[in-house]
Structures are given as C-alpha cells and as structure tokens.
C-alpha cells in the first residue's frame, strides 16, 4: 500500500511518528516526491494489517500532539526551570579559620572516619 501527504500539511516529525506506531506490524519506507511524502507500508508476517485509515489517524493524532508541543512549550521550560531553581540550595557553611589546612593527611582521610 502507498499513500501520499502534501507536504505542507504535516511536518516530517509528525510523519515519522506516525510511521514509528506501526513498526512492529509493517515494514514502512518514506520518500518525498515533488511536494509529497509517500509512505509504503508492507505487512509484515504474521501481524495484523494496517490500513490507509489507521494510518491517516495515527497522523491527525500526531498532528495534534506536535501542535500541543509547540503551543506549550514556553510553559514547559518555565515549569522546569522554576523546579530546578527551587532544588537550589543555598546555606551558608561556616568556614572554621583556625582549621589546619596545610595538613594534607586530614584532608585526604575518609569523611566517614572522622566522626
């Protein structure tokens, strides 16, 4: 089975994870064409078979994921970045001047063992 996309209409990232959905029932191969992607798909042995109509969904279901993506985006890494900055610890440790630090010996010994 061959089908064909305008290019204009979806992005190639929408594509390829439209044809990653169903790898494991079919052999699929992407090309583009003047303006077009044309996407073969070969049933594989034994699997169930995909037909034009699964895999129009699975595109329109893509679409809409990537448009969700793009919209949100600037909410995501502000999301993110406000998690990150909140894992930020700030606390004063106070330095102890009258600690020898010419002693290279206490320096290298285990943490653990100074207690």
């Known amino acids: 089975m061959t089908i064909k996309y305008q290019e204009e209409l979806y992005p190639k990232e929408v594509l390829i994870k439209a044809a990653y959905r169903f790898i494991d029932n ?51 890494e502000i999301t993110l970045a ?16 009258t600690e020898d630090i010419s002693d290279v010996d206490s320096i290298l010994k285990d943490w653990f063992e100074n207690e």
């Open 26 to 76: 079919a052999y699929i191969h992407i090309d583009k064409c003047d303006g077009y992607y044309i996407v073969s798909i070969t049933p594989k042995e034994d699997s169930c078979p995909i037909s034009e109509g699964d895999f129009d969904n699975e595109m329109l279901s893509q679409a809409a994921r990537y448009v969700i993506s793009i919209r949100t985006k600037n909410i995501r």
């Open 82 to 97: 406000r998690a990150m900055a909140s894992t930020i610890i700030e606390e004063d440790i106070p330095h102890n001047e």
